[in-house]
């Protein structure tokens, strides 16, 4: 594991690279609200083992439950950036995110953002993404009509019973929308809350899973099955 250094215009931002020593193809993770990457880090470094090199941008935590249009911009610039730093032009790459990194992972598979009435959010779609693994998505911006139709790419997403931030809706909207269309492997774990399918939850939080570790391994190895099929 490394940290990059990169540059954001002239302002530097911090990046873990995982890099595989048989590398096939890349993963961009995209972190949630706490902004800290590592928190997820046995699920990274099982990617690396099994072929992908993984980048993964720090960023700071967002301190309000309503994320602003410039929260967005930013970490979808520098999750651009992040993979534009380590994935050749045409490169294959793996979206991973957890939270409100997903939002910014399906922007940049073809979905259209929508922060309100007549106020789209322009993410510009990455056509290196070939699939994506998304933990407890956060779909409320696509809820316009045909916000969702640009998808073009196989899903696996996850949610949990218990998660009052990201419910099951939000991860069902997601099949709804696309199938047939696109293969969404919906999980739905009975029991898991928000913090579940982080390795390193957030201090204070209370677990709502009997045996977290045990799901968490099962977690990472079918999320590690998704992404080498």
């Known amino acids: 594991?490394?940290?990059?250094?990169?540059?954001?215009?002239?302002?530097?931002?911090?990046?873990?690279?995982?890099?595989?020593?048989?590398?096939?193809?890349?993963?961009?993770?995209?972190?949630?609200?706490?902004?800290?990457?590592?928190?997820?880090?046995?699920?990274?470094?099982?990617?690396?083992?099994?072929?992908?090199?993984v980048i993964a941008p720090h960023f700071d935590r967002l301190l309000s439950p309503n994320v602003t249009e410039s929260d967005l911009l930013l970490r979808a610039r520098r999750l651009r950036l992040a993979i534009n730093a380590i994935a050749p032009e045409k490169s294959p790459v793996i979206g991973v995110g957890h939270s409100i990194g997903t939002t910014i992972l399906l922007a940049m598979a073809g979905a259209q953002a929508w922060l309100g009435p007549g106020r789209p959010l322009t993410i510009e779609p990455d056509e290196r993404l070939q699939r994506l693994i998304l933990l407890t998505p956060a779909t409320g911006f696509f809820r316009a009509p045909a916000a969702l139709d640009a998808v073009r790419i196989p899903i696996q997403a996850w949610a949990g019973t218990k998660d009052t931030i990201t419910p099951p809706s939000q991860a069902q909207l997601l099949q709804q929308a696309l199938h047939p269309r696109v293969p969404v492997d919906l999980r739905i774990e009975d029991g898991a809350s928000h913090f579940s399918f982080m390795h390193i939850p957030p201090p204070h939080v209370e677990e709502t899973l009997p045996d977290r570790d045990t799901f968490l391994d099962r977690l990472t190895a079918d999320v590690v099955r998704f992404a080498t099929s």
Do not use: I, K, Q
Not at 25 to 37: C, D, I, K
Not at 42 to 48: D, H
């Open 1 to 53: 594991m490394a940290r990059l250094s990169l540059l954001d215009g002239s302002t530097p931002f911090e990046a873990t690279l995982l890099e595989s020593p048989n590398p096939h193809r890349f993963a961009l993770f995209a972190v949630g609200g706490g902004g800290n990457p590592e928190r997820h880090l046995p699920l990274l470094t099982a990617l690396a083992d099994h072929g992908l090199t």
